[in-house]
């Protein structure tokens, strides 16, 4: 599998500044992207995908960019908020994964009010 | 949106016994659903998938029959922990799929949390 078990890095923000969590995946034939959300001792959450033939997607205050050539996934988020504080994970997926989703080790990112 | 449940949310129990934790999908019909490890401050795992009526396919390194996967319904799967021992606690995560394609988002569940002693 593409799983990574490594400890999570960590980012610390101020509230009211944009936040960066990059992801970098290993499948080169990994088509299908998504980032989630997770809170402590709660389960994933999506919150926003893209597919290998776009470079950018963006949805409410946050923005995904793909980049393929070196398979590295950012997420942006605009004017972090304390109740964006949480563990952020990327998962990709392609025709030779079949449906299941490989996750990325993560970042728990911390608002700073 | 698709809302999937688990039950229970956190289960201790004495090394040596089997622990059942299920996952449902409540207002959809999951194809294929999917049993997640992941130990504290790391990533998921994907331990095995399950696709209704089938047997369940097992990533690489899951023993198969000590993590027993049963998906008798389109909303109900269930993960056994056969003969638990200490490493295996752990949280535990399900997700479900409404469709086949690689591209059909999983729904999570809330997660289950087993300590065992």
């Known amino acids: 599998g593409e799983n990574v078990g490594l400890h999570l890095p960590t980012l610390s923000v101020q509230e009211g500044d944009n936040s960066i969590i990059n992801c970098a995946y290993s499948?080169?034939?990994?088509?299908?992207f998504i980032w989630y959300k997770q809170e402590s001792g709660k389960g994933p959450q999506f919150i926003i995908d893209i597919r290998s033939n776009m470079d950018k997607r963006q949805g409410q205050r946050v923005t995904v960019l793909l980049n393929k050539t070196v398979k590295h996934l950012s997420l942006q988020i605009a004017a972090t908020q304390p109740g964006d504080s949480a563990v952020y994970f990327c998962a990709e997926s392609g025709a030779n994964t079949g449906n299941q989703f490989y996750f990325g080790t993560g970042t728990s990112l911390t608002v700073i009010p | 949106g698709a809302v999937v449940s688990q039950h229970p949310s956190w289960v201790i129990c004495k090394s040596g016994t089997s622990v059942k934790i299920e996952c449902r999908s409540l207002?959809?019909?999951?194809?294929?659903m999917f049993w997640y490890r992941q130990f504290p401050k790391q990533s998921l795992m994907l331990m095995a998938t399950?696709?209704?009526?089938?047997?369940?396919?097992?990533e690489q390194g899951v023993e198969k029959d000590k993590f027993l996967i049963n998906h008798a319904s389109l909303t109900l799967s269930t993960l056994t922990v056969t003969s638990a021992h200490p490493e295996d606690s752990s949280f535990y995560i399900c997700s479900a799929s409404l469709g086949l394609a690689d591209t059909d988002t999983q729904y999570f569940g809330p997660g289950t949390r087993l300590t065992v002693l």
């Open positions: 499948n080169s034939a990994s088509d299908y």
């Open positions: 207002d959809f019909q999951a194809t294929t």
């Open positions: 399950s696709n209704e009526g089938s047997k369940a396919t097992y």
